[in-house]
């Protein structure tokens, strides 16, 4: 179901133009969804967005248009996230539905808001920002086989998408997907920090690091092999990768700290989710 079978008198509403949501209009702009079949509703979007805005030739209304949308995404901040539903009900038709990235707020928050309708939550991540993201998504029984298909057709269009089964499950993407990239990036800098600590200079060590996991995560990305079977393979017998990775895999290693980490992740999501 492509995004191009949205239409102006049916049309894709986005309610919040920060920086998931621009990256959403973005890749679904790219994956041919046209700007007059998009309503972009925020009313004071952020620079870049607006930029994103003009480049497309759309305009951020502050206020829902007066339409029946074929498909509404609430991209706004879980924390204004129960004041804005109730103003978006006159976009929801029978056919109508609604997709919410608020983290914490559960189907049966959004039902309450919107009404009995057919919603979805997804937990897409920072990466989608450069079409490399993953969605978790889960679905409310009012969902019917084609608008789950055209939801999957709205996320793909930022990354991979997920399915699940229990909207309990979201809480562990959220802290493993969602949290994920920032982990990432750490890695990144302690790795930039040990560098200098061997004797590089800030900028070099800066540079080997960064470049060092995004070349990593582009193999990972683009082979055929487990995580387990490049670590392996890029592992010589008593060299210089097996002596570090003897400290980061012994006791009190990266394995042990990591699910601690995720643990404490998916805990204070559960508490954001009441």
């Not at 209009?25 to 870049?48: N, T």
């Not at 502050?62 to 901040?77: D, E, L, M, N, S």
């Not at 070349?215 to 092999?225: D, F, V």
């Amino acid at each position: 179901m492509p995004l191009s079978s949205f239409t102006a008198g049916s049309p894709l509403v986005l309610v919040g133009a920060g920086k998931m949501g621009s990256a959403l209009l973005k890749g679904w702009l790219a994956h041919g969804l046209a700007g007059e079949a998009v309503a972009v509703v925020d009313p004071q979007p952020p620079d870049d967005s607006a930029a994103l805005l003009t480049l497309a030739g759309l305009a951020a209304r502050a206020t829902p248009p007066p339409v029946k949308a074929r498909a509404v995404v609430a991209a706004v901040k879980p924390q204004i996230i129960a004041d804005v539903l109730p103003r978006l009900r006159g976009l929801v038709a029978a056919d109508t539905v609604t997709v919410s990235i608020a983290a914490g707020t559960t189907l049966a928050g959004l039902a309450a808001g919107l009404g009995d309708t057919a919603i979805v939550r997804a937990m897409p991540n920072l990466p989608a920002a450069v079409g490399r993201g993953i969605t978790a998504a889960v679905a409310n029984g009012r969902v019917t086989a084609d608008q789950r298909a055209l939801v999957d057709d709205m996320l793909t269009a930022v990354g991979e998408v997920v399915w699940l089964g229990e909207e309990g499950l979201l809480d562990a993407v959220t802290a493993v997907s969602g949290s994920g990239p920032a982990y990432v990036f750490l890695l990144a800098e302690c790795l930039a920090e040990a560098a200098v600590a061997a004797g590089l200079d800030e900028a070099t060590a800066a540079r080997l690091a960064g470049a060092t996991v995004i070349g990593a995560a582009e193999l990972l990305h683009n082979s055929h092999l487990s995580p387990t079977e490049l670590r392996q393979n890029v592992t010589s017998p008593n060299g210089t990768t097996a002596a570090a990775l003897a400290v980061l895999m012994g006791e009190g290693g990266l394995a042990p700290l990591m699910v601690r980490a995720v643990a404490a992740a998916k805990k204070r999501s559960e508490e954001l989710s009441g």
